[in-house]
DNA sequence: ACGTTATGCGGAGACCTCTCCGCTTACTTT
DNA sequence: AAAGTAAGCGGAGAGGTCTCCGCATAACGT
């Protein structure tokens, strides 16, 4: 059973951290706790990490994009798809400072299936589209290329953005047959 | 004018860093201040972040691995050393704990030429000689490069490795020529 | 040798992340 | 309605990062 108090906790930081992110995206643990009026306890219970607070807020979006990929793959080809996919979802954690860095598993503990799940799969479906009409090398793991996307972030938020260099280079690694 | 006391401190913060960090790669900044008998204060205006600190204790690693260029090229094709150069570094990153983290610039502030121009130089070296044989593609950059490598450090620090396949598929995309 | 000066020291302290645990309280059972 | 119970709360606090600034003192001119 779900206690109400709890609901509507996890609802007042929801609504709390959605504000206090948008007015300063480096807003700390304490002042999302405070603004939601609760102790940092029921705060880091709910959401043991920033990186996990983040996603939950910008959860739309993070579904926004990863739901795109069945129209993106209607309308191109499947290297193509996966060029526009990235590009959003780099984009997307631009704009909503802090969300880059939830997006990179390997750093500290496995992301819950819950928030990590999704985007793997909307990988996975890129990927998977491309190696079935031969584009795309066989060999292509959606982990692997999660792993790279957190490179393009971090190369998108300095003052020069390489991040469209970048990506060309790895989906020219992901070919099957060289465009060059 | 150096002051001989401020010389004396910083080395005194070095040799406390590298037998600290030795110990416990994840040695707080007031630990090491402390074993140094310095104050904070010193430590932080010596080394403004613990990666500075860090790449300072292990400069003749990172001097190691700058330097086997030269050597590398001599003995195989300029992309199988780049391969092989590339891993070198991972593993040491991965080897002295913290290392890993200095090598990502964009992530806070520009790194100091000091420091971060060595690592920028050698990869240059490595590209420019593949791309004066044509074996790596001309608009390659360095930089771009550099920001990768982060992605694998963190890709090796995790419970699988997957950075073989990562770098990998990285050359195969730095590649003028299909090898496939 | 002796002031003068400004370089560098280092600790107090502001603020942060994250944990632990005694108390409160929503729900269940009778 | 009353009592039981465990889920959930939240604040105290341990330990961290990093800054600021009054004070000590090394280097220099005389």
């Known amino acids: 059973m779900v206690r109400s108090d709890a609901r509507e906790n996890r609802a007042r930081i929801l609504q709390a951290a959605r504000e206090a ?50 129209e993106l793959l209607a309308g191109m080809p499947p290297l193509e798809a996966l060029r526009h996919w990235t590009t959003d979802l780099v984009e997307a954690m631009r704009r909503k400072h802090g969300l880059g860095d939830a997006l990179s598993p390997g750093a500290h503990q496995a992301m819950s299936e819950q928030s990590y799940g999704p985007v793997i799969a909307a990988i996975t479906q890129l990927l998977d589209a491309g190696k079935k009409d031969g584009s795309i090398r066989t060999d292509a793991d959606p982990g692997d290329f999660l792993q790279l996307t957190g490179a393009l972030w971090r190369a998108a938020s300095g003052p020069e953005d390489r991040s469209p260099r970048m990506l060309a280079l790895i989906l020219d690694g992901l070919r099957t047959q060289p465009q060059r």
């Open 21 to 70: 992110l948008a007015e300063d995206g480096s807003a700390s643990m304490n002042q999302i706790a405070q603004r939601a009026g609760v102790g940092p306890g029921t705060l880091y219970r709910n959401f043991p990490t920033r990186e996990a607070l983040a996603l939950a807020v910008y959860q739309d979006e993070v579904e926004r994009i990863t739901g795109s990929v069945p």
